[in-house]
């Protein structure tokens, strides 16, 4: 079966890009927790749009993307960044999701470009807490920009909105798009 979206890998990896640029842009409103999540999700969304991965690569990708979600919020409760950073180690965890469901195929890292979200046994588990985080992510980006008053202001409230709907748009396409 053909992926819905054929260019959904890279259409992730260039949310994950602008994400990472905006966040890297918003430099002292970021701590280095959520600069690092920012940069290694758009590292392993680059290596998914790359592609040529087999389950090892998968498993790998998802190891890296849950320890950077966990290192995402060390240190980080109680200051004005701390919804930010747990809303990337959401994203990163979704992510991680997604690269876990394509070990668990035993195929490629676009494995699941080819086998949908559909499966059964652990990658149809994967799948439906793939869809309900990315489902979940949405909905914080859109309550964040339209019910809770802003943290930053500015330039680095601009950059953290920019970063913030990339993320969901990212997820979203990695959702749909396969």
């Given at each position: 079966m053909d992926p819905i979206l054929p260019a959904a890998p890279w259409l992730m990896a260039l949310a994950a890009l602008v994400s990472a640029v905006a966040c890297v842009a918003a430099w002292r409103a970021v701590p280095w927790q959520?600069?690092?999540?920012?940069?290694?999700?758009?590292?392993?969304?680059?290596?998914?749009?790359?592609?040529?991965?087999?389950?090892?690569?998968?498993?790998?990708?998802?190891?890296?993307?849950?320890?950077?979600?966990?290192?995402?919020?060390?240190?980080?409760?109680?200051?004005?960044?701390?919804?930010?950073?747990?809303?990337?180690?959401?994203?990163?965890?979704?992510?991680a999701v997604c690269a876990f469901q394509s070990a668990s195929s035993g195929a490629s890292t676009d494995a699941v470009a080819t086998s949908g979200h559909a499966g059964h046994g652990l990658n149809g588990v994967l799948s439906i807490i793939g869809i309900v985080g990315v489902v979940g992510v949405v909905l914080w980006t859109v309550v964040a920009e339209w019910f809770v008053e802003p943290v930053h202001e500015g330039r680095a409230a601009k950059m953290l909105t920019i970063e913030s709907w990339a993320m969901a748009a990212g997820v979203a396409v990695m959702c749909l798009g396969f």
């Open positions: 959520g600069r690092q999540s920012a940069l290694v999700m758009a590292a392993a969304m680059l290596v998914v749009a790359a592609g040529g991965g087999d389950a090892a690569r998968g498993l790998l990708l998802g190891a890296v993307l849950l320890l950077s979600a966990m290192l995402g919020t060390i240190g980080v409760r109680g200051t004005p960044a701390a919804a930010a950073c747990c809303h990337r180690a959401l994203v990163s965890l979704v992510m």
